[in-house]
């Protein structure tokens, strides 16, 4: 049931409301025109999301290139990707990854599209070293890192507590890829790198891990190895995963410096764990 206040929402953003009308009734897209005449030939979900961030990315632009792809401009990058990539850009600007970049090299496990990459690179960092082992991303993460001029690194592999492969069952390659596994019928067969090693050799300053359950692996990694990390940004999947690590960073000598979850009972949640020099 429509609100009175999606309704007003839907009302003030659009310039022809009417059309929202008959959005909502087929599973075809439509355009829709916003007010700063920027028109989007979208179905009623990508519209709702649309809809629902505007007040937050009213100060982007945005350009719709095909029917699922977009393209988003701010003052300090410019992004291609996926429609969810808007949602994405929202959490970074809303302060989801806010810490001192400067002259720091990042590793980015989980890179999916580049967007955390290049969201980085604006803040200043000297690299990034990404891990993303669905191919499919490669060639956007790659156009957004030329896009924006990244000093990046690419890698192919997933994380794990040692290298090997591993069989994904998966219904689409998006940002969910290897939770949604329950009844699905497409498979994946990713290379999988040994965490420790990853950190190791990225040489990396402040990491960065969404990577859909893979956080766990980092339970292996010695303490030795995880405090060569002064900073480390956590999202995770499972309440009994974030537990676990949680004990796993406060024993290596890191405080919570940051926690999404403010007492609630999100299965995903994001962390910041800094590092205490004199633990």
Known sequence: MVTVKRLVQTLSIVKNPVTILTLK???KPSKITFPDGEVFQVTWPQFRLLRDCYINIKNCHIHQISDDAFKITTDNYQLIGSRILIDIVIDMESGAYEYDYQGKTVLDVGGFEGESAVFFWSRGAKKIVIYEP???HHPVICENIRLNNV???IHSEGIGDGDGERVVAYDKTDWGFGL???GSQ???NIKIKDVSKVIVESGAD???FDCEGAELSLVSVSKETLRKLEYVIVEFH???IRQQLIEK???SGFTVHRDSDNGGNNDITVIHFKRNPNA
Do not use: D, I, M
């Open 25 to 27: 009734l087929s599973k």
């Open 134 to 136: 669905v191919l499919e």
């Open 151 to 153: 000093n990046a690194e």
């Open 180 to 182: 949604e596994t329950e």
């Open 186 to 188: 497409n498979r994946l």
């Open 206 to 208: 402040v990491a960065k």
């Open 238 to 240: 499972t309440r009994q």
């Open 249 to 251: 960073f406060k024993s």
